[in-house]
Each structure stands twice: as C-alpha cells, then as structure tokens.
C-alpha cells in the first residue's frame, strides 16, 4: 500500500483558498470604488455651495452699495469702496489669474449691470477643468439664485 504524503500535509494546512482571497480583493474594490465616487459627487456639491454663498454675498453688497449711491456697483465701483469685496475674488476677464481664494479655483464672476445701474445680474461660471462637472449660477438684483442656464458665455445676449 503507498502512502500519499502530500495528500496528508494539506489536509492537514488551514488558510484561505486563492478564490476566496481574489473574492474578497475584488469586494474590496469595488466598495473602493463607490466612496471614491461619492466623495467626488460630495466635492463638486460643496463648490457649488461656494459658488451661491458668494453670490450671495456679492447681492447684499450690491444692495450696501445702492442704499449708499442709489446705482448698482460693478466689479471695479464695489472694490473701490474698498470693504465690501475680496480682491481675491476672479472677474470673468481674470481667468488666467487665479487667487488663492477657494471660490477662485473654481468660478468665475462676472457682473451685468444695466445702462441706469438699476438692475444688476451676477454670473457664477465654472472655470474650465478635466476633474469636475460644476453648474453655472446667477442672482439677479430681486436676489433670486438661479441655475444660469448659458454656455460658459454669458456675455452673449
């Protein structure tokens, strides 16, 4: 009778199979990669959160500006005055002169203001970038945030 010795060594070996290894490597990756993903979705949801925040805060600068000298203000009349904008915020014509300010990065402004100055519209519009997919923003001089709905162009009509 012949003894197997290898047959009796494995019965003998614990440990995991190389399926069970490979399943559970594959699990892991795939969990991997849907919290990568939603961090991504959260990531571009707080720069848009940014974006409104400033626009808003720009719209109550507006209305400081007009209670002050009965007009709205644009770009340049609201840094003038010197405390009611960050200079670090990005105009529309300073795309390739980015602040370190974190609305910089990623939008551009770029105010609309009517021939009287009765009427301003405040556009928020995603810079150029390969990594993320932001939306374009507007507040108009009633205060409403919209989606701004124009193609990376606003000054088009």
Known sequence: MRLNITNRYLKDEKGFTLIEVLTVAAMIAILATVALASMHRSRE???EAQA???LRTLSSM??????????FADWHQLQAVGDLVDSDYVKADDMDNAFDHPIAMKYSLHFVINDNGSDFTIYAYPQL????????????SDGAINNAGFELNPTSP
């Not at 507006?62 to 007009?71: A, G």
């Not at 970038?129 to 108009?140: E, G, I, P, Q």
Request: proline letters at 0%; hydrophobic letters at 50%.
């Open 45 to 47: 949801a707080a720069y």
């Open 129 to 140: 970038t390969a990594h993320y997919y932001l939306r374009a923003f507007s507040v108009f």
């Open 62 to 71: 507006e209305y400081v500006y007009f209670f002050d000298n009965k007009v």
């Open 52 to 54: 409104i925040g400033a």
